[in-house]
């Protein structure tokens, strides 16, 4: 046969391949936006053009449905856009839907992260460690916080002092949320501020470098191309920043076993947890302590600090909010000279409002995903979820939605006010998800916000660097919320305070 007939029928053999799903959603009557081949609806994404809660926000808001149609290259899957049917699926129905889409690969320790577990490891696990982050572990782990609140706050003096009042602010809230997992989570208090090329800052920057082409492959595979994770043995933990935590994790569990030490953090609550299990459907060796803490690291590191950095991005934006965040902070600070846990729990109330308007314009995971264990047919409707669809819960579009929030693009802490709560639909704001696979940090992740943000206001104004006012772009390539450029240049300018406790 002719060179150029056999080319032809290749090409057509391969387009009849990658469309062969792509009238799944018209024969069901489901909105879709008309997919390309190879691509699907997700080319911005694969051409590493578009952050994926970004495109999942311009088909969310192009189509009408309680849920949508999408097509990931050749593979539909849906988008839940009514606030009732994401509440059935991600709670009511959680039985059905329990499992992430995440890739999961033998033999690899990022698939022992509690986020990528599958049923029934998962529960099994999640049963067991719920406790380690309950309200009573963390007032016990809180004078970490309060030391890397005090350590942030030296570290902007000694840049300041010594250099420029220009600090990129990426990078102070990168020190910060490292410092507070590492201390946390693998016992060594003040490494990340004290030398800021710390192994742990740099494996949790390495993890989500989405600059580098070959992270942000890997991770994207993990989410969505799973075969590639298979073919080339993908990892889900960048490779040297695992070893560099297990060896650092190991080396600390040794050192309290020989040395019968006992501090209140979670590398305890993990040796405790190995030493007292009685569960017989978990297996809690050293492996899977490791596993448990770079959980940890992973889900505390990056989220901390983006929410961190978006939040004095907008308050250097909106001076007179910051300076509501000031007066708080400084009413706490001149009374009790550092926040009391019960007032950091429950008082200090502007600035959870700023943390929670924070994270709905910029939810670190602007996206979420469930598996669909078994057909599902959607009540009062003939939609069938079928077995192994993949279902998105887009975060951002929701949080967007000027259905849900009048003038979705304005920075507005006050939606979140005692008064104006009630207003708040039921699973409009989803930054910690909802239902029984929900963030299990949540609360730990409030106090660190709360402590960094009063830290700094307490004792510096905030302004816009360079050109003052530009608008934030997400980063293409991270599944992530971050800025594009992974930057955010801010100035810090010293307010005098009589009684400082910050000594050298
Ligand atoms: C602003 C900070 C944070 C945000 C916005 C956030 C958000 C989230 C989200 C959206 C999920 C996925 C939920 C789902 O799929 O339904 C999650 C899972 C998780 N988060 Fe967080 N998180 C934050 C901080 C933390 C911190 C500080 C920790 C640890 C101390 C933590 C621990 C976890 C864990 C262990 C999971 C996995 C839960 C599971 O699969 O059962 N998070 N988080």
Redesign the pocket.
């Known amino acids: 046969m002719d060179f150029s007939i056999c080319v032809l029928i290749i090409v057509f053999l391969t387009y009849l391949y990658w469309t062969r799903h792509f009238n799944y959603f018209k024969s069901r009557q489901i909105a879709y936006i008309k997919p390309t081949p190879f691509f699907g609806n997700i080319k911005g994404v694969m051409t590493f053009k578009k952050n994926l809660g970004v495109v999942l926000k311009d088909i969310y808001d192009q189509l009408e449905g309680p849920l949508v149609g999408f097509f990931l290259m050749d593979k539909p899957a849906m988008i839940l856009k009514d606030l009732e049917v994401i509440k059935l699926i991600?709670v009511t129905e959680f039985n059905n839907f329990s499992d992430?889409t995440l890739a999961q690969r033998k033999g690899d320790l990022g698939s022992d992260?509690?986020?990528?577990?599958r049923n029934p490891d998962?529960r099994a696990?999640?049963k067991l460690?719920t406790p380690g982050?309950s309200t009573g572990r963390i007032k016990n782990m809180y004078n970490i916080v309060i030391d890397s609140g005090v350590e942030l706050v030296r570290y902007i003096k000694r840049v300041t002092e010594t250099g420029t009042n220009l600090i990129d602010m990426r990078h102070v809230a990168a020190l910060y949320g490292a410092e507070?997992?590492t201390s946390?989570?693998f016992g060594l208090k003040g490494e990340c501020f004290r030398d800021e090329n710390s192994g742990f800052k740099k494996a949790g920057e390495r993890i989500f470098d989405f600059n580098d082409p070959k992270r942000s492959l890997e991770v994207t595979s993990y989410l969505m191309f799973h075969p590639l994770v298979h073919i080339f043995r993908m990892k889900f933990v960048e490779a040297k920043s695992e070893k560099f935590l297990k060896d650092e994790f190991l080396k600390i569990v040794d050192y309290r076993r020989k040395n019968n030490i006992s501090e209140p953090d979670?590398v305890d609550i993990l040796m405790n947890l190995r030493k007292n299990n009685k569960s017989d459907e978990v297996i809690m060796d050293d492996e899977k302590m490791v596993a448990m803490a770079i959980?940890?690291f992973i889900?505390?590191?990056e989220?901390?600090s983006?929410?961190m950095s978006f939040a004095l991005y907008e308050l250097a934006k909106h001076p007179e909010l910051q300076q509501r965040v000031r007066e708080e902070a400084t009413s706490v600070f001149d009374k009790y000279q550092a926040i009391p846990f019960e007032i950091i729990t429950s008082g200090m109330e502007y600035t959870e409002q700023v943390?929670k308007e924070t994270?709905r314009k910029y939810?670190?995971?602007p996206h979420?995903?469930?598996r669909c264990n078994r057909d599902y047919m959607l009540p009062g409707t003939n939609i069938l979820i079928e077995k192994g669809m993949a279902v998105y819960?887009p975060?951002y579009a929701i949080h967007m939605d000027p259905s849900n929030y009048s003038n979705p693009t304005e920075f507005n802490p006050d939606r979140f006010s005692k008064e104006n709560l009630k207003q708040i639909k039921p699973c409009s704001w989803?930054?910690?998800?909802?239902?029984?696979?929900?963030?299990?940090?949540?609360r730990?992740?409030?106090i660190?916000?709360k402590s960094a943000i009063a830290n700094i206001l307490y004792n510096y104004e905030v302004e816009l660097g360079e050109d003052g006012l530009y608008e934030m772009d997400f980063h293409p390539r991270s599944f992530t919320t971050a800025p594009k450029g992974m930057k955010l240049p801010l100035k810090f300018k010293r307010i005098h305070r009589e009684h400082t406790k910050y000594p050298e």
């Open positions: 991600w992430r992260l509690l986020p990528l577990m998962w696990h999640r460690l982050y507070v997992v946390t989570a979670f959980t940890f889900a505390g590191f989220t901390t983006a929410t943390m994270l939810p670190p995971a979420l995903s469930r819960l975060v989803l930054p910690f998800s909802v239902g029984p696979r929900n963030c299990l940090g949540e730990f992740a409030i660190n916000f």
